[in-house]
């Protein structure tokens, strides 16, 4: 969701005003709770919408808020959810989000899936019954600020066909994997299984340009570079069968493994068509300490860092959350500019 | 590696003669051990080639035989290696493969990643010191087939060029799942991280026809259709950058996460140029019946097959490993055409 997609195209609709990560949080968090919200969902949400404005991921940042704010109007969706952690004595820990938001139950089971994987090696969590329309990189980028490996995916809404059909099936279904590092931030990516986010053909939409060739289907199953026929028909999966293959394996592990709805269900329990996926999320954390040979001490950092020097020695090259990283060098101290319109809309709410 | 590549190019390159799976089984274990190979080593080998024969994925069938010869031929390579399982109290189970080859430490390691997975629900398989040559289809299959959710991945030997880069990095990388199904055989795809498998290149280039546009750069970074310019230069990553983080996932995974060796550092490895990569494989299991929502029992099988019938109620669409299992069927009961000429090669072995 965020290469490609995160930095371009919001700021330069409208105009702007700059303003400081706090101030950013402070209206978040508090348009959220004159919408209904419980402060503790609000301002989970309010840490998740800064930190995408931080690292320059507008499309996740405060332009999320009004999406928040139509998902609570959903009948089953409660904004005020307590989310509660179930851990058994395995490595599977489970949080039933109540029909809440994902920022809070995460904020609820990331501890215990860090902690069981220190534990065992290796841990599951399963988020169940939760309305999810954030980025997957702060969960795993999280994990791997401590040390662990963390892998996270999550399903949306039908918008996506399978390799050889014309209707759509898989959500854009984001990956998300998180690598430690030895030094500065570690190696994150977070990217959907469609050739676009939904969110880029909508900008195109918007903005009255057509698609790049390759991106999605009309309703009839044929090519198109028109957005509107685009959001009428199909995206495509990147990469083709492969990228087909990476959705089903994100709709199965997010859906069907823990109990939980697939994209096509989730569309269709979405009577208000709010856009909102339901359902819910898969993550995974490693400690590369239990994953060392025998007797031997782990030598993952130092053998990652030799990797990423081959990729980065070449011109040309970048590792994926390069980007987001500088934006937030720059956002930290001199704030991050916010659309005017999208100001008043959130002012509007308070 | 299995889609696209498997029942194509080889078997109209020759004459043929068709073999049962009995004998293809037999060929394969005689000619191994008579190359030296100790008896542990060459069954599980031949099991797996036989596999790869009955289900048409021809380039990891017998065609791989002499790639394993050539393989033994690396000072290091113990081809009669007895690979040692070491199983500590948490989730992860490691086999130290001895310089020996894949399919033996499979079958030494699966059934304990199946034990600890059912015990806690997911568990991790390291194997380490071990040259790979197999597809990754087999060991996720087996692990659906007991009702568990399989992934497997492997580096191999740095053939492909990071994102933006010229000079090749990343090994093919193939990345391996497998889901459990209530009726039938499992889903199950095998795909490499790069367009093209390097075998299909090789085929192209022993055919003389040009490669399709998109799969390779040649030796100066630009796009090349030619087989022997791509084979000097680097094959690039399926579906752009978004392929390419898949690929440093997999070298992260099978690689530093596990205290292996890099596909460039196996390439360094390999100072007899067989192009048999030596390193890592990581596995992971994962146990629905933990998986479900506390008290509820697990119902990922029938939601599952919702999903499925969602894909194939489409016309045109078709689950990854459909043209495998149809191709098992047939080779089953009339056995399998083998190339004469590698027929007399494996015959020249014993």
Not at 24 to 31: P, Q, R, S, V, Y
Not at 34 to 50: C, K, Y
Not at 251 to 264: F, H, Q, T, V, Y
Not at 323 to 347: D, I, K, M, N, P
């Amino acid at each position: 969701m965020v290469e490609g997609s995160g930095t371009t195209g919001l700021a330069h609709m409208s105009d702007t005003e700059t303003l400081d990560l706090e101030a950013i949080h402070a209206l978040a968090g508090t348009a959220l709770q004159a919408q209904g919200f419980s402060s503790a969902q609000a301002e989970a949400i309010a840490r998740n919408v800064t930190a995408a404005e931080r690292d320059g991921c507008l499309s996740h940042g405060l332009f999320r808020i009004p999406f928040y704010v139509a998902a609570a109007s959903n009948e089953d969706c409660d904004p005020s959810a307590v989310p509660r952690l179930h851990t058994a004595k395995g490595a599977v820990v489970q949080v039933d989000a109540g029909h809440g938001f994902c920022p809070l139950a995460l904020e609820v089971g990331l501890e215990a899936l860090a902690d069981t994987a220190r534990t065992l090696g290796i841990a599951l969590l399963a988020i169940r019954r939760v309305y999810n329309i954030a980025s997957l990189w702060p969960e795993v980028e999280w994990l791997a600020e401590r040390g662990l490996v963390g892998f996270a995916c999550t399903t949306s809404v039908a918008y996506v066909a399978p390799a050889g059909g014309t209707k759509p099936v898989f959500g854009t279904n984001p990956m998300a994997f998180g690598f430690p590092r030895t030094d500065g931030p570690p190696y994150v990516f977070d990217q959907a299984s469609s050739v676009s986010a939904r969110g880029e053909i909508q900008l195109h939409l918007r903005e009255g340009k057509p698609l790049p060739a390759g991106w999605a289907i009309d309703a009839a199953g044929q090519a198109t570079t028109d957005p509107e026929a685009a959001l009428a028909g199909a995206q495509l999966p990147f990469g083709g069968y492969k990228g087909a293959s990476l959705a089903m394996m994100v709709e199965l592990l997010a859906g069907p493994l823990i109990g939980e709805l697939s994209s096509r269900e989730s569309q269709a329990h979405d009577v208000n068509n709010t856009g909102a996926p339901f359902g819910g999320e898969f993550l995974l954390a490693i400690d590369p300490e239990h994953c060392a040979a025998p007797g031997q001490k782990a030598d993952h950092g130092a053998r990652a860092e030799r990797l990423f020097a081959d990729v980065l020695s070449q011109e040309g090259t970048r590792l994926p959350s390069a980007r987001r990283f500088a934006a937030r060098e720059r956002h930290q101290s001199e704030g991050a500019a916010v659309s005017a319109s999208l100001l008043e809309t959130l002012r509007g709410y308070c």
